[in-house]
């Protein structure tokens, strides 16, 4: 018989390897802004991409399921604040190409589905 419970690793799950893309490719987007761009948006940009990933991670690691959801909460926050907000802001400025926009939200729209499936099934698992 298979054990329901086996621990799967942080970095197999699909939702932290999609967070870690988008943190790629914001720091692809980052390098090539120039002084200005970077100190007005591109810091708060990437400010809020990277601890999407770092949310998630934390909370893979915390015990009760609301502890987990928590961050997980806080992740989805930073990443709307990256996705919806400042990613949008650099596109509209035409501070990054119709490409690389492209592909951060081919993403971002993958990982924004994961995600609330992600925090779905933690609640399912607390009553299971």
Not at 91 to 115: C, G, M, T
Request: glycine content about 4%; proline content about 1%; aromatic content about 16%.
């Amino acid at each position: 018989m298979e054990n329901k419970n086996t621990y799967i690793n942080l970095k197999d799950l699909e939702v932290y390897q999609l967070a870690r893309e988008l943190s790629r490719l914001g720091w692809e987007i980052y390098e090539k802004l120039d002084w200005q761009t970077k100190k007005i948006n591109g810091d708060q940009f990437i400010e809020s991409t990277d601890p999407v990933g770092a949310n998630i991670a934390e909370g893979y690691g915390r015990f009760h399921f609301l502890d987990k959801i928590k961050f997980y909460y806080n992740a989805r926050g930073s990443f709307l604040e990256c996705n919806e907000h400042w990613v949008e802001l650099l596109y509209e400025r035409k501070k990054i190409s119709e490409d690389i926009y492209r592909k951060y939200k081919e993403v971002a729209n993958k990982f924004f589905l994961k995600l609330n499936n992600f925090i779905a099934a933690t609640y399912r698992a607390k009553t299971a």
